[in-house]
């Protein structure tokens, strides 16, 4: 009798029987695994939960997400399955992401400063009160200069909103935050080969050199791109080696951790360069082909950084760095990442165009398992679109900075107080500068308070941070659960576009960005007479996206928009196989993404009317299009000659060496023995200064001790718990130690996103409060059981930009730490804007029009000076 | 003697018919995220204090050469559970197809005798105060997701695994992938001593982890210092 329950899986175990092949190979059986995701269930009610695609914008990975929604309210978030990048998965944070919508804390309506600027005196007004009153300043401003009107974003995944209202009132005064986050790594890649960042190819490679990223905890592209370490390092058996001050989760996963003195991972990746080249293991044909260099040149100079050299700056063994250069080379494919740790440092830019010379000159560009281009994908902007501002901005483009195609946004403060340029309305969006910035309130603070420099401040928030406290209104934003807005990242080798949408309407008064800058602009220009209201001329959020996304080649015929309310993203390449994880073709075969690029050829429609040069170079119309090798039009990479440029001349214009190269920095060159260096990092479960209201990442790290060796803990007599002081050149803080094999002897590192002064009751830890700004309290706060909140190390940190990315320079503190003396509290922290000035005075002193700068480059003794250049201003970014 | 007991002290593993339900985790794959920690705490409502999963770590080894090793843990669905036999109300129980072990919290009269005898500290008393779930003040504890589960999904913490270091599935059906993994693979269980018959699976879980004391990871400093705040601050 057959059993009348009979399932798939009881069906297949029945034909195996009968099947001498599937005897053969039981593993072609396929059992019938649980689904990997896509529905949510209550489990008290085992009722199926409303599934609403998303994007995830915790971070800035840009995760394909679904937000399961229960009695209207978000309960649960998860990948989503359909994402070729993310497949179903999302790390600690964005399976936290509903917080920022509940947070107690959050600001439901609009606020108005009644005390002093950061006293927390609020009054509540409404929209129109605080709409004519913005609408009123910038018309004052609009009458002095545009310019006048700033605005700075900490985020800004708009798809073009905020740089439309700033180019709608006329104003280039538009300011960012990357010179704080990876600016000299985009930098160094830029001009060498186009684009701002890679995809290493992780899942095929077999072998990783990995130059201080943590991207297994933070870093573009957390998630998707540990899903493909996990899966080479495993499936593949690939290698990965760490180069890091500290053993971050990246580093302890690795097959080997190699430490290595902060600021000095260019000087290990250009000798290993040399052995390669010395050695003769270089992919010469690549070389010849595809950079503007012949091998020939390299290796010659490649022949002053040898491993000795590299070992007497780095401290790692010649051997060790004689033996990887080695298995890197011999091994095929074979990809390199970097983050932070190259980047973050006075020459920064100089480390990433080091690192990344060694995946080009073993010819691992564009393979599989290789060191790829990102893949990603754009957008139309809605016409009628407001044209460029007419002025530059001096904040925006730094005259002294040319090469910083990423601003220098952190120097704000001190431009802003030597008058260069005039500030009348700031605006300020997801930013948080007094706490992200170096100098943290002794300098940004200072700015805020200051209302002759800054006479107006608005912010654009859904949270009280720091920056938020100190502003005159606050015009309540809504978190990401609550947008609508277009995204495409390069987080995986398969392009794509995707949306935010809103899961439920905005809560309480709040106003999504969009529709809160139109209704400035409509104050602003209610009748259309000044020729502003045009450009805003969209119903609501969603009206504004079937602008973006009705007329996509592609998308269109697959729906537009309401194919991207349905999936969330677009293209889907294929179906989550519940079995191994990975996203399959319809004959269940895992999708092979596209690779040499760059080996693209080109068309006989684009060759028309083309012309080619004596090096191949193929141009039409005036624009370079492609190049020519072997005979064959290839696109090329998308620099100013198609080629990879190893030789940067544009940097040799203002005195930089145009080849890789590497500079120590002075300071750490002449550091007393009892000296030590301070670098900061980002945990898993937290990001730079938004997370720390969000409760259960705050439950998994609330504090954040100092780390440091044993040896030099038994130098200063201290262990695990100890209070200590940390002092540098400008101020000095006071907190815990942690004790750690895991970290270089000559190096302290504390992690950042914690220690707030604002955010709310959480993450101050102020919870006998009440929610003031409408929130609805969440019972859940009554068993916070922690009540350390950890000690913000920002305003020790002094400036330091790099004269060619801009770039903050993070790890180049150098400090003093002392058992905590008898008037030492926990929490003590001190900043001096004297002394952050003098750090200013100081880092100005490299810019290439700076009188270090020719110290700094003997190489460069025939460059003809800062004269011999005509500036010729500043590259935008984003 | 109650029908769950009874049901409770038999093995499900093994058993025709029925799915044995369990977790692999390849610790060489975790790269401790702490995403299926947060994805349990959102997929139950779980309590700030408390966690249904968790995943400790441990660093291994002296200046330059220095290892971390993660171990997820979790309930481990025993074939022979110690909390069973202790609760003395029947609130805790084993389902045979499927090998759950769950709890029924109206039943539960929080003595806590189930906590004291899990040699995995994986039980814990809510708390007074949730977000909006109204259970309060019983002994929970992981549920494999049995309302995910027999609708089709893998658990949550498996759903959202980045390093795809926990797989799920039924043990039962030799062609699995937990099965594949298990066959083909070194694996371990943690205090096997016990006798418990653990259904959590490890592959490379390291030494320092399996082999030492009740909790089972070593705790640095920084973590006793929290430990200490949890005891003080946290009423349960």
Redesign the interface.
Known sequence: MIDSKISR?TF??VS?GTTAAAAAA??L???M?????G??????S?TERKAIPINCHVCNIQDGAIAFVE?G?V?????NPEHVSTR?????????G?WYSYDPDRILYPLKRVGTRGEGKWKRITWDEALTEVAGKLDAALKEDPNTIMLKWGRNRTGGTLERFMHTLGSATILNHTSVCESSKKVGMEPCWGPDIETPDFANTKYVLNFGSNI??AAYF??PL??R???G??DNNMKIVTFDVR?S?????SDE???VFPGTDGAVALAMGHVILRDNLQDSDFINTWTNVTVEELREHYKQFTPEWAEKISGVPAGTIERIAREFALTRPATLFTYRGPAKHLYGSYNEKSCMMLPIMTGNIERRGGYCLPRGMGWPQPDPKPGKPAKDSILAHPPEYPLASHKVSHLTPFFITDGRQKINVYFTYQDNAPYTNPGSMAVWGKLYKDEKLIPYLVSMSSHMGEETALADIILPDCPYLERWEPESMPNSLWPWLGIRQPVHPYLGESRENRVLLRDIIWKLDPDGSRGMKKYWDFKDGEDYMRKHFDNVPGLKEAGGLDFLKKHGVWPIYGKLD??T?KVVDKTGREIQAEYGLHKKELSDADMAGAVVDARGLITKNGGAIGIRRNGKNYVGFSTGDRLINVRVDEWADYGFSPMPTFKRIPWHETMKEDELIMTTFKL??HKQSRTAAV???A??AH?N?VWM???TAKKLGV???DLVRVESKVGYLVT?A??????H?KVVAIPTAFGHWEYGRLATLKLKEKPQFGGQD???????????KGVHPNIIIPVVADPIGGSQGWMDTVVKVAKAGPDDKYGDTQGSWDKHYEAFKETMRYAYTGDLHRKMHPEMAAWGGPESVKHKGGHGGH | MSEELRLSSIETRGVQGKKRYAMVIDTRRCIGCMACQVACKAEYDTPLGVNRTWVPYKVVGTYPNVKKHFLPRLCNHCDDPPCVRACPVDATYKVDDGGFVLQRYERCIGCRACMASCPYNARFMLPSHRTYTKINNVVDKCTFCFHRVTQGLVPACVQTCIGRSRVFGDLNDPNSEVSYLVTRNATQVLRPEQGTKPQVFYIGADRNQTEYGRDLYFRPDVMEEDRAAWSRNLKI
Not at chain 1, 33 to 37: D, I, R
Not at chain 1, 75 to 79: M, P, R
Not at chain 1, 738 to 743: F, L, P, R, S
């Open positions: 899986r297949l175990k195996a039981p593993r059986l396929q059992a695994e649980n689904q990997l995701g529905k949510d269930f209550d489990p008290v085992m009695n309210r309960v649960k978030l998860e990948g179903g998965r999302l790390c600690a944070k964005g399976n936290a509903m297994l905890e957390h998630n540990s899903q370490i996990a899966e390092r495993v053993l989760n990246t580093a302890g996963f951790w190699i430490p519940p079995k994880g898993n479960v409760k259960w990442l439950e998994i504090a001790p060796n044993p040896q262990k695990t718990g815990k942690y004790v750690t094999e895991g970290i002897p969440d019972p859940d706060l009554q068993n916070v059981w922690w009540d350390d």
